[in-house]
Antibody, heavy 118, light 106 residues
C-alpha cells in the first residue's frame, strides 16, 4: 500500500526557510508525480508544486521565487523548501501522489501543521 | 488562475440525495476532481476526471459535468458523509481548488 508521511518543524520564524520531508513507502518516487499542497486556516487549499518521476519540477507561479522541490531516490523521499516565509505561510502542508500529468491526487500524507511566528 | 466556486455549506437528512456544485471561471474540460475531507484527516479522492469513481469509494458518490459546471452527487447520504468536499481542476495551470462545501447532516 502506498503511504506518505510528512515530517519537519512545526514552528518557523518569519524570514526563515521552511523545510519539509515526505517519506514514501510502498511505491517508488521514480514513478508518477509527487506534489505538495497546503491548506490554510479557513480551509483554502493551494497546490504548491510537484516533482515528477524524472526529477522535473513544476511550481505554482505565486510561489516560484521562493519554492524548491527536490528528492532523494535512494531514500524514496522528496522535499519542500519554502524561503522567506511570513505569517501567511502558516498552514497544514500535505504531500500527495498523482498517477500522471492530470494531477489528480490519489494518495495523501496525514499533513503537518506549520506555524510561522516569532 | 482558474477560480472554482462552491457553496459554503449544505445541510441534509440521512437518506436524501444531495448535489454539491462547483463552477469554474473558465473551461477546465473534464479535468475536475472531487475530494472528501473529514476533520483532522487528509483529503481522500472520490471522483477523478469529472465522473470516474475512485476505487474503493461507495457507488453512492457520482460526478458529472464538463467545461465550467460540475456536480458531485451523494445518493443516498449517510451519517458518515459529514465532511467538507473540495473540487480541484488540473486543466489550467496552476491547478486550483474550490473553497470547499461543508456537508452537515440534520
Amino acid at each position: 500500500e502506498v503511504q506518505l508521511q510528512e515530517s519537519g518543524p512545526g514552528l518557523v520564524k518569519p524570514s526563515q526557510s521552511l523545510s519539509l520531508t515526505c517519506s514514501v513507502t510502498g511505491y517508488s518516487i521514480t514513478s508518477n508525480y509527487w506534489g505538495w499542497i497546503r491548506k490554510f486556516p479557513g480551509n483554502k487549499m493551494e497546490w504548491m508544486g510537484y516533482i515528477s518521476y524524472s526529477g522535473s519540477t513544476s511550481y505554482n507561479p505565486s510561489l516560484k521565487s521562493r519554492i524548491s522541490i527536490t528528492r532523494d531516490t535512494s531514500k524514496n523521499q522528496f522535499f519542500l523548501q519554502l524561503n522567506s516565509v511570513t505569517t501567511e505561510d502558516t498552514a497544514t502542508y500535505y504531500c500527495a501522489r498523482s498517477l500522471n500529468w492530470e494531477l489528480c491526487f490519489d494518495y495523501w500524507g496525514q499533513g503537518v501543521m506549520v506555524t510561522v511566528s516569532s | 488562475d482558474t477560480v472554482l466556486t462552491q457553496s459554503p455549506a449544505l445541510a441534509v437528512s440521512p437518506g436524501e440525495r444531495v448535489t454539491i456544485s462547483c463552477r469554474a471561471s473558465e473551461s477546465v474540460s473534464t479535468l475536475m476532481h472531487w475530494y472528501q475531507q473529514k476533520p483532522g484527516q487528509q483529503p481522500t479522492l472520490l471522483i477523478y476526471l469529472a465522473s470516474n469513481l475512485e476505487s474503493g469509494v461507495p457507488a453512492r458518490f457520482s460526478g458529472s459535468g464538463s467545461g465550467t459546471d460540475f456536480t458531485l452527487t451523494i445518493d443516498p447520504v449517510e451519517a458518515d458523509d459529514t465532511a467538507t468536499y473540495y473540487c480541484q481542476q488540473s486543466w489550467n495551470d496552476p491547478p486550483t481548488f474550490g473553497g470547499g462545501t461543508k456537508l452537515e447532516l440534520k
